[in-house]
């Protein structure tokens, strides 16, 4: 299997770095092998059937035209907890981790209602589901897809969330009142394309992506009205925003009533999140 690992580094140089290779070729063989790395043997590295090393081959192959890595496994973690990924729903950023530990942080009461609009592969609404105290937590998306991929991410951790397909410009009628709404929705501008990655181009669901040049602040208008409606008062609301746009988000939000609108930035140090409170007698 040696030859095989210097294979696959080969394979890969040029495309990845050395540390990126690395991890890659650990992830690989943990595919191939259906183990963690840890208890993958000498012995098994170097007798891999056909069948695997064929798997590895075709795993090879599709990270070098470009297909991120969570995709052609199929999995990805978040937070420190197992997703299933496939091309119907964003991959999970590390940015999104520091949206949820904010929201982590502020939330330790028992049985909060949380709702995540455009929840994707429900890797917030999960991982809340998971680590808030007996927590009641709901997600949307317009799309069929995407919930059925977090929906069975719900099932692979054990918790439960209310999903429901829903488009959040429509009327938003009776619904439950919520601490708690979060999302991080479409914020892409197209102009931003040329200065994109080609993989999370070529690969990444657009519709989960982007918003026109000329309404960039579209998905935050509509979700706040909605937070006006259904949060309690004094409930919170979350976003995760394009670091170009976080006073922007900041101004239409007061401007919207929310009071005590706070922008935060990533451990990069960009403008990555903000919270807003619903005041008495908003909305």
Same mark, same amino acid.
């Given at each position: ?105 502020? !939330? $330790?009461?028992? @049985?909060?209602? %949380?709702? #995540?609009?455009?929840? *994707?592969? /429900?890797?917030?609404? &999960?991982? +809340?589901? =998971? ?110 925003? !394009? $670091?170009?746009? @976080?006073?922007? %988000?900041? #101004?239409?939000?007061? *401007?919207? /009533?929310?009071?005590? &609108?706070? +922008?935060? =930035? ?18």
């Amino acid at each position: 299997m040696q030859h095989s690992v210097r294979h696959i580094l080969q394979e890969l140089n040029g495309l990845y770095s050395k540390s990126e290779i690395s991890v890659l070729a650990q992830l690989i063989l943990e595919e191939v092998c259906d183990d963690s790395f840890t208890g993958i043997t000498t012995d098994k590295i170097n007798h891999l059937s056909r069948s695997e090393l064929r798997k590895a081959e075709d795993i090879v192959c599709r990270l070098k035209n470009g297909e991120p890595v969570q995709y052609v496994l199929g999995k990805t973690e978040f937070y420190g907890i197992p997703f299933m990924i496939t091309p119907d729903v964003l991959i999970p950023r590390p940015e999104t981790e520091e949206l949820v530990e904010w929201i982590l942080s502020g !939330n $330790r009461q028992i @049985g909060r209602s %949380v709702l #995540d609009i455009g929840t *994707g592969s /429900g890797c917030i609404a &999960v991982t +809340l589901a =998971k680590k808030m105290s007996d927590a009641r937590v709901y997600a949307w998306d317009i799309s069929e897809k995407a919930l059925k991929v977090a929906s069975e991410n719900a099932r692979l951790n054990g918790v439960t969330v209310h999903f429901s397909v829903r488009d959040v410009f429509q009327p938003v009628g009776i619904d439950p009142v919520f601490d708690v709404i979060v999302s991080n929705p479409p914020y892409v501008t197209e102009s931003e394309k040329a200065t994109m990655e080609a993989n999370v181009l070529g690969f990444e669901p657009h519709e989960a992506l982007f918003v026109p040049n000329d309404h960039a602040l579209l998905f935050y208008e509509r979700i706040a009205d909605v937070a006006s409606e259904l949060l309690y008062n004094n409930g919170e609301l979350y976003f995760e925003i !394009n $670091r170009e746009k @976080g006073p922007e %988000v900041c #101004d239409m939000l007061r *401007g919207k /009533g929310f009071a005590r &609108v706070e +922008l935060r =930035k990533d451990i990069s140090g960009n403008d990555r999140m903000v919270r807003a409170l619903k005041p008495e007698g908003h909305g």
